[in-house]
């Protein structure tokens, strides 16, 4: 397909666990996003890069989070040590270009994540 | 912090209604996004406006941005049980490309 996908689409971990969770973003698409939706409410920014380089991590909550894009295109978002806090919709997005006036993103199916 | 409220958080209406969704913020944007999303897929953006007053229509759906790019409306004519879901508004800036995203608005639209 063309779209963002994003695997698993759920997952269940017990507390202490590590988790890896994965996304590939549109195709050309330079710049990639993460955000972590809570049960109801809207996506909260995680983190973001351009290609590999990433530009903003100051919505990571905690240093249990950890981002990485090495080849500038699929993306792992890995959360250490997970706690029942952590149990969330987490969403990646894709875009086109940076600088673009609209900012539009694209978004992916999301991994919903359960910590027990 | 840049913020985003909207209003209602809940709607609920009959189909063939009229709604309108609010979208407010203290700060301006440069850019301001409606999404619609269903239960286990990823918010779905619907329009983008930018420039303060600017209107923009979908099919049924009227989409507004405020002349000092602050807020903004999301209106729907003749509602359809298709058109229930949550909807989020979302802004960005020049330079920042992250969305902040509204608290969101859950519509049913009743059959």
């Known amino acids: 397909g063309a779209g963002v996908s994003q695997s698993p689409r759920y997952k269940v971990a017990k507390r202490g666990q590590d988790v890896a969770l994965r996304c590939d973003p549109i195709s050309g698409h330079v710049s990639l996003f993460w955000y972590q939706q809570a049960l109801g409410q809207g996506p909260e920014f995680l983190t973001y890069f351009q290609n590999e380089a990433q530009l903003d991590k100051s919505g990571l909550p905690s240093d249990r989070f950890f981002a990485e894009r090495p080849e500038g295109s699929v993306s792992t978002l890995k959360i250490q040590r997970t706690q029942q806090e952590d149990s969330a919709v987490y969403l990646c997005?894709?875009?086109?270009?940076?600088?673009?006036?609209?900012?539009?993103?694209?978004f992916g199916p999301g991994t919903r994540l359960t910590v027990t | 912090t840049q913020l985003l409220e909207q209003s209602p958080q809940f709607l609920s209406i009959q189909e063939g209604e009229n709604l309108t969704v609010y979208c407010n913020s203290s700060s301006v944007f440069s850019s301001l996004q409606w999404y619609r999303q269903e239960p286990g897929e990823g918010p779905v953006l619907l329009v983008t406006v930018v420039t303060g007053g600017e209107v923009k229509k979908l099919k049924r759906l009227t989409f507004q941005f405020g002349d000092a790019r602050k807020d903004s409306s999301l209106h729907i004519t003749a509602a359809q049980p298709g058109d229930t879901g949550l909807y989020l508004c979302a802004g960005a800036n020049f330079g920042n490309e992250k969305l902040t995203f509204g608290t969101g608005t859950r519509l049913t639209i009743i059959p």
């Open positions: 997005a894709s875009s086109l270009s940076p600088g673009a006036s609209s900012y539009e993103q694209y």
